[in-house]
């Protein structure tokens, strides 16, 4: 199909380990991207990965990504209250303007 | 370094009003930009987007228009808002390079009553 998918929701306490999924829909996607959004605010990019790289690691991100499953998670270690935000992934199309196509978002809340 | 500015914050405007809401990109130079709208804090909407002055392509058939006077300018406009046309309203840019990830504004929030 067209669309990116996530779960809508995951809820962790803090500390622990979070883990969002994304599956995307273009095989032939180069990039995909992970974002977070606060309440009010507008996107911020965390991070990205190539796709022929499986993994990535950033402080307290790691991106894993089965290309043969067209499957991306961003795994946040160390969970903290100031995580809680809604969490995009997003896929590279190369079409004209060479688009970005986001998934619906999926809320993190972090409990204390 | 780069910086994308975004106004108004927030907007209230009636059914029937236009519009005309605003994007500037400074540090870069011809940047591709992108108008996205958010309904009820969830998926983005690609609006419209841009690889150059004068040139505007849309994504969806609607009651809004875009345009690039300037290299670094963006703007979002309506001759007449609906109900419907209520959103968060994101503008983003990105440099055509191999990454090509997009760096988004803060953006509009858009109330029509």
């Known amino acids: 199909g067209e669309d990116v998918e996530q779960s809508l929701f995951l809820s962790v306490r803090e500390g622990d380990s979070s883990v969002i999924n994304c599956t995307y829909t273009?095989?032939?996607?180069?990039?995909l991207y992970w974002y977070k959004q606060e309440p009010g605010a507008g996107l911020q990019l965390l991070t990205y990965?190539?796709?022929?790289?499986d993994m990535k690691q950033d402080q307290r991100l790691t991106v894993l990504l089965n290309k043969k499953d067209k499957h991306l998670s961003l795994r946040i270690a160390d969970t903290q209250t100031g995580d809680s935000a809604i969490y995009f992934c997003?896929?590279?199309?190369?079409?004209?303007?060479?688009?970005?196509?986001f998934g619906a978002g999926t809320i993190l809340r972090v409990k204390s | 370094s780069q910086t994308i500015h975004q106004w108004p914050a927030t907007l209230v405007q009636p059914v029937g009003s236009p519009l005309s809401l605003e994007c500037t990109v400074e540090?870069?130079?011809?940047?591709?930009l992108y108008w996205y709208r958010q309904a009820a804090g969830r998926g983005l909407q690609l609006l419209f987007y841009s690889v150059g002055i004068g040139q505007i392509s849309s994504e969806v058939p609607q009651n809004l228009s875009a345009s690039r006077p300037q290299d670094r300018q963006f703007i979002l406009s309506s001759k007449k808002l609906l109900l419907s046309d209520s959103g968060f309203y994101l503008c983003a840019w990105s440099v055509p390079r191999i990454s090509y990830e997009q760096y988004f504004g803060p953006g509009t929030r858009l109330t029509v009553t």
């Open positions: 273009d095989s032939s996607s180069t990039y």
């Open positions: 990965i190539f796709s022929n790289m």
């Open positions: 540090g870069t130079s011809n940047p591709n």
């Open positions: 997003a896929e590279l199309r190369m079409e004209y303007g060479n688009k970005l196509v």
